[in-house]
Every structure is written in C-alpha cells, then in structure tokens.
C-alpha cells in the first residue's frame, strides 16, 4: 500500500473524494491548499509577488507550485495517507515535469476528470462550479480548460477516473479498484 495523491482541475472533487478514500483505507487527509502559502513563503512568494504572475497557468508559478507539492510531499513521507493538490499544482512542462515525474513517483497519483472528452469535462465542471455562489467569481472555466487541454497531469498520473455522473463515493470504489490490482 502506497500514499495517494489526487490530482485535477478545479472543482472536481479532490478533497471530497480524497476525504471518503482516507476514510475507507482508515489514513489520514491532507489537502495542500490547506498549507500552501507556508510553502510559497519558504522561497519567498509574498501575496505582491504573486499578484505580478497572473493566473495559477502561468509558466512563472511552476517553481513556486513545484516547491510547495515537494515540501507538502516530505512532510507526510514518513506515512500512509491520501493527499490532494490544488489544480494549478500539477502543471509543469519541460526540466520541472521530469522533476515532478520522479517526485511522484513512489505515490499513487490519480487524477480525477469528468470525462475522456475535454468539452463534456468542461461543461460538467462549469455546472458543478456555478452551483456555488463564492466559485461563479472564480474564472474556473479558463482554469479548467487550460488544465484538461495540459497534457502534465496525465503524465503525472497513474491512474485516470472518470467523475461524470458519478457520487464522490461511487469515485472512491472507482480509486479503490485500480490501486488494489
């Protein structure tokens, strides 16, 4: 048995889904947007600085991002337990995705999307989002778009599942099913 790490665009349910699977393999969660801006102040990211590198799709996040997964990584290493990044934390290209790759590969990384097809995923997320009043102010349709059109988080996942009309539950027994194969 390994830690999980649950990756996917926003909204799709990482920490919901990664509460029900702790729970089911009797191990603790830890969310990293929990902890992040302690990682990011470690290498000097103030809220100033980073309101100079845009959106979290900007190339100029990947050290920032690459960083704080690492740091949140090493702090839970020593345990058995399920983890979920924040969306923009599993876009990385060139040198930064090899790093990565390696980073995570002792784990069980699953990434979580609707479906197969980006526009289904989109629409599915779209609705998903604007059922909640604090996230239709987020622009979590670009966000989403871009990570689905991204191919690192695929590549940094072992495993694919599916969410489109499923419970978090349901996606749970979908995780369960692939890890213990």
């Keep these: 048995m390994r830690s999980i790490i649950l990756i996917g665009p926003y909204g799709v349910g990482k920490s919901t889904v990664g509460k029900l699977l702790a729970e089911s393999r009797g191990q603790p969660q830890y969310s990293l947007d929990q902890s992040v801006w302690i990682y990011y102040h470690e290498v000097g990211l103030?809220?100033?600085?980073?309101?100079?590198?845009?959106?979290?799709?900007?190339?100029?996040?990947q050290p920032y991002h690459a960083h704080a997964v690492k740091r949140f990584l090493q702090d839970h290493e020593h345990e058995l337990?399920?983890?979920d990044l924040g969306a923009g934390h599993a876009l990385y290209e060139g040198d930064q995705l090899e790093e990565m790759r390696?980073?995570?590969?002792?784990?069980?990384?699953?990434?979580?999307?609707?479906?197969p097809d980006i526009t289904v995923s989109i629409n599915d997320l779209t609705e998903r989002n604007n059922a909640y009043a604090y996230k239709k102010t987020q622009p979590h349709a670009k966000w989403n778009s871009f990570f689905l059109e991204h191919p690192s988080s695929y590549q940094l996942a072992k495993h694919i599942i599916y969410t489109k009309d499923k419970t978090p539950k349901e996606s749970c027994q979908d995780i369960l099913a692939v890890i213990e194969v």
């Design 102 to 115: 390696a980073t995570f590969a002792s784990y069980d990384t699953i990434l979580l999307i609707p479906a």
């Design 46 to 61: 103030t809220l100033e600085l980073a309101k100079t590198l845009g959106d979290f799709d900007s190339v100029l996040w």
């Design 81 to 83: 337990c399920v983890m």
